[in-house]
T-cell receptor
Framework: SAVISQKPSRDICQRGTSLTIQCQVD?????MFWYRQQPGQSLTLIAT?????????ESGFVIDKFPISRPNLTFSTLTVSNMSPEDSSIYLC??????????FGPGTRLLVL | EDKVVQSPLSLVVHEGDTVTLNCSYE??????LLWYKQEKKAPTFLFML??SGIEKKSGRLSSILDKKELFSILNITATQTGDSAVYLC??????????WGAGTKLIIKP
């Protein structure tokens, strides 16, 4: 399985500001995904990060709020823009390995005050 | 509407007990069912099941899929406090597109 790192591990932010989360993989992967997990909830897919093109967003998520970059096959960023307390969540990146299995990064715990 | 339902939502047992976690699904275009263990933030992969009746096993954990009755179970024998976690079930319906269950929170008391 791929080794995935995320930065930052956690952060506390003020409302109205933006935070960029980085996801780095130790090998080239085709599929990268960004998830959100709100307190007490299961995982919700935000978008699929596509290398060289715009991300594919799920219903309820928009590029202006969650811009995503995927400059190459080992790296992606997710920005949470104009944050509000409702954005307090764990944000997870995951990768697809070609075996129909997703592996997850360690996650970023975000608290918005 | 596609859905994945896990039961129970929470479970408290004593160390050494055996537990069975359930995952039922109604998903069009079923491809596979996956089990994950989530202790703090990151879910860690346990099993992927695609065929009925074939048990997957890893140490004290095992899982099996019934595609006729549309469910899977995750068994943990001789539980330890380190097994305390949320166990997530997800169904892949299209090239890594997953529908997630709500999870079962398992607490193992010493």
């Amino acid at each position: 399985s791929a080794v995935i790192s995320q930065k930052p591990s956690r952060d506390i932010c003020q409302r109205g500001t933006s935070l960029t989360i980085q996801c780095q993989v130790d090998s080239q992967v085709t599929m990268m995904f960004w998830y959100r997990q709100q307190p007490g909830q299961s995982l919700t897919l935000i978008a699929t990060a596509n290398q060289g093109s715009e991300a594919t967003y799920e219903s309820g998520f928009v590029i202006d709020k969650f811009p995503i970059s995927r400059p190459n096959l080992t790296f992606s960023t997710l920005t949470v823009s104009n944050m509000s307390p409702e954005d307090s969540s764990i944000y997870l990146c995951s990768v697809g390995t070609g075996q129909e299995t997703q592996y997850f990064g360690p996650g970023t715990r975000l608290l918005v005050l | 509407e596609d859905k994945v339902v896990q039961s129970p939502l929470s479970l408290v047992v004593h160390e050494g007990d055996t537990v069975t976690l359930n995952c039922s699904y109604e998903v069009t275009n079923f491809r596979s069912l996956l089990w994950y263990k989530q202790e703090k933030k990151a879910p860690t992969f346990l099993f992927m099941l695609t065929s009925s009746g074939i048990e997957k096993k890893s140490g004290r954990l095992s899982s099996i899929l019934d595609k006729k009755e549309l469910f899977s179970i995750l068994n943990i024998t001789a539980t330890q406090t380190g097994d305390s976690a949320v166990y997530l079930c997800a169904v892949d319906y299209s090239n890594y597109q997953l529908i997630w269950g709500a999870g079962t929170k398992l607490i193992i008391k010493p």
